[in-house]
T-cell receptor, first 115, second 114 residues
Framework: GAGVSQSPSNKVTEKGKDVELRCDPI?????LYWYRQSLGQGLEFLIY????????KSGLPSDRFSAERTGGSVSTLTIQRTQQEDSAVYLC?????????????FGEGSRLTVL | GDSVTQMEGPVTLSEEACLTI???????????LFWYVQYPGEGLQLLLK?????DKGSNKGFEATYRKETTSFHLEKGSVQVSDSAVYFC?????????????FGTGTRLKVLA
């Protein structure tokens, strides 16, 4: 597709359930990021993948959160044993090249509601 | 660690008023600086950027100048329109740590009244 695609766009789950959020980046983009946007908060960095390098996981808030990127393309963010404080919009972004000058292209996000 | 601080909103202006949204940053290296905008119901998109000191980014009538001496990257527009109503995020990307995390501010909501 032309842009970053995320699914599902909305997810409602019960506390304690596991959820998976998917991100399909722009074709050819080597860098992929996950962020969390909570109501009234900014974008909280979660994890960053660059090519075949080990991901930067420094933003993951707990060991209930994990992410993988298969074949350098699609990424899945998994949240185990969800808690109410996990409710947020999860944003994925991709970037074409390495370095720190390029533009991030964002998806429209997956809104997670934990009841 | 690196951080971005931007003025809290919401900011409410009348059409054709001047806009300044303040943004300051802390970084250990030589970051690139960005402004992203999120229009209602849409995803974030890049508004403008500057990659080195004294660079000025501009787009859609918005401008921001990379000021290393004051560690600032304030967003300005001389005459706002109703269509500028959105949330604006200041961001930086620094390579000092060996990775290219993009750090965002908390966002400033702008509402422009006709």
């Amino acid at each position: 597709g032309a842009g970053v695609s995320q699914s599902p766009s909305n997810k409602v789950t019960e506390k304690g359930k596991d959820v998976e959020l998917r991100c399909d980046p722009i074709s050819g983009h080597t860098a992929l990021y996950w962020y969390r946007q909570s109501l009234g908060q900014g974008l909280e960095f979660l994890i960053y993948f660059q090519g075949n390098s080990a991901p930067d996981k420094s933003g993951l808030p707990s060991d209930r959160f994990s992410a993988e990127r298969t074949g350098g393309s699609v990424s899945t963010l998994t949240i185990q044993r969800t808690q109410q404080e996990d409710s947020a919009v999860y944003l994925c972004a991709s970037r074409q090249s390495s370095g720190n000058t390029g533009e991030l292209f964002f998806g429209e996000g997956s809104r997670l509601t934990v009841l | 660690g690196d951080s971005v601080t931007q003025m809290e909103g919401p900011v409410t202006l009348s059409e054709e008023a001047c806009l300044t949204i303040n943004c300051t940053y802390t970084a250990t290296g030589y970051p690139s600086l960005f402004w992203y905008v999120q229009y209602p119901g849409e995803g974030l998109q890049l508004l403008l950027k500057a990659t080195k000191a004294d660079d000025k980014g501009s787009n859609k009538g918005f401008e921001a100048t990379y000021r290393k001496e004051t560690t600032s990257f304030h967003l300005e527009k001389g005459s706002v329109q109703v269509s500028d109503s959105a949330v604006y995020f200041c961001a930086l990307s620094d390579s000092t740590s060996g990775t290219y995390k993009y750090i965002f501010g908390t966002g400033t909501r702008l509402k422009v009244l006709a």
